[in-house]
């Protein structure tokens, strides 16, 4: 397989990850991970568009109609899981309401998933360059950009991915291994014989719950006895 290849599936199984994560837990209203999210997208967007955001909560608390700035190039972003007209609406009126414009030029929106395939007009009171058809980024955006990237911009996102997104019960090794190799461990931790006898003749509990564990362990699952 071809390198770039490889880091491609890597970043869009992350981007996977977040957005299917990020839907499910908002039906159940647990917001946490978006605030989370927001460090990430930054350091996201930092790589693929040469910014230098910083996320500005961390230095203030619940910062002010925005989650991430570059005063150096002028650019702002909000990271949000709302996608509606209605929230950039809302996103442009607290820029401005906060003067935000004295800092920066540009707004821009991140949508932890995929945004709407199109929206109506944004008054800016030219306090703003932002145009919601253009400005709001989704994570389709975010792919296309990337399949043009160098390798070493690809790898530092597939690290990112990697750091933030490590499959339960699956450590690093487990990764690299080919279908054959993978397939193999499985093979070897169902072909026991406490998993294959029947329990009436098991001598000592612990000759079945010992391989049970360890298979417990391979498939980062948890059983109860």
């Given amino acids: 397989m071809f390198i770039k290849e490889e880091l491609l599936k890597r970043i869009s199984d992350g981007l996977a990850v977040l957005e299917v994560s990020t839907r499910n837990r908002g039906l ?114 975010l792919i296309k950009n990337i399949k043009s990237l160098n390798l070493e911009k690809l790898q530092m996102l597939s690290d990112l991915m990697d750091a933030e997104f490590k499959p339960l019960g699956t450590d690093a090794h487990i990764l690299k291994q080919t279908d054959k190799e993978a397939l193999e461990v499985y093979r070897a931790a169902f072909n026991r014989p406490a998993l294959q006898d029947p329990i009436s003749i098991e001598v000592r509990t612990a000759h079945r719950i010992n391989p049970v564990t360890g298979t417990r362990e391979i498939l980062g699952v948890e059983l109860d006895y």
């Fill in 28 to 141: 159940m209203h647990l917001l946490d991970q978006n605030i989370i999210a927001e460090s990430f997208c930054g350091d996201m967007l930092n790589i693929i568009y040469d910014y230098n955001l910083v996320n500005l909560n961390l230095s203030q608390g619940n910062y002010p109609g925005i989650d991430l700035g570059d005063q150096q190039l002028g650019v702002s972003v909000q990271v949000t899981s709302d996608k509606t007209l209605k929230k950039m609406k809302d996103a442009v009126e607290r820029f401005i309401t906060h003067g935000l414009d004295s800092k920066y030029k540009t707004l821009k929106v991140c949508v932890l998933g995929e945004k709407q395939s199109s929206y109506g007009k944004v008054d800016t009171k030219n306090k703003v360059q932002f145009d919601p058809n253009k400005d709001v980024i989704d994570f389709k955006d």
